[in-house]
């Protein structure tokens, strides 16, 4: 026996957006998700270059530039 439906009626019964959506954010999460708190503790830092760690960083950064340019001249005389 078959039940006859309206198209409107038809319609209503089914839903306005798919049962598994992920458009609410909270539906499907990964195993290791982190919750907002967890984010603010493991935010990047900003690098400031004002700081001893900051000056200390850039001093290396042209130490090793001076050494690699030595280095490459020195090769340059070699050849």
Same mark, same amino acid.
């Given at each position: ?5 309206? !198209?409107?009626?038809?319609? #209503?019964?089914?839903?306005?957006? #798919? $049962?598994? @959506?992920?458009?609410?954010?909270? &539906? @499907? *999460?990964?195993?290791? #998700? *982190?919750?907002? $708190? $967890? ?16 000056? $200390? !960083? &850039? ?9 690699? *340019?030595?280095?490459? @001249?020195?090769?340059?005389?070699? &050849?």
């Amino acid at each position: 026996m078959q039940m006859r439906r309206t !198209f409107k009626e038809y319609e #209503a019964m089914w839903e306005d957006a #798919a $049962a598994n @959506s992920v458009g609410g954010g909270g &539906v @499907s *999460m990964p195993a290791d #998700a *982190m919750g907002k $708190a $967890a984010h603010k503790k493991h935010k990047k830092r900003i690098y400031d270059g004002r700081t001893k760690e900051g000056k $200390a !960083f &850039v001093k290396r950064i042209l130490d090793r530039r001076n050494k690699k *340019m030595l280095k490459g @001249s020195k090769l340059d005389e070699n &050849v």
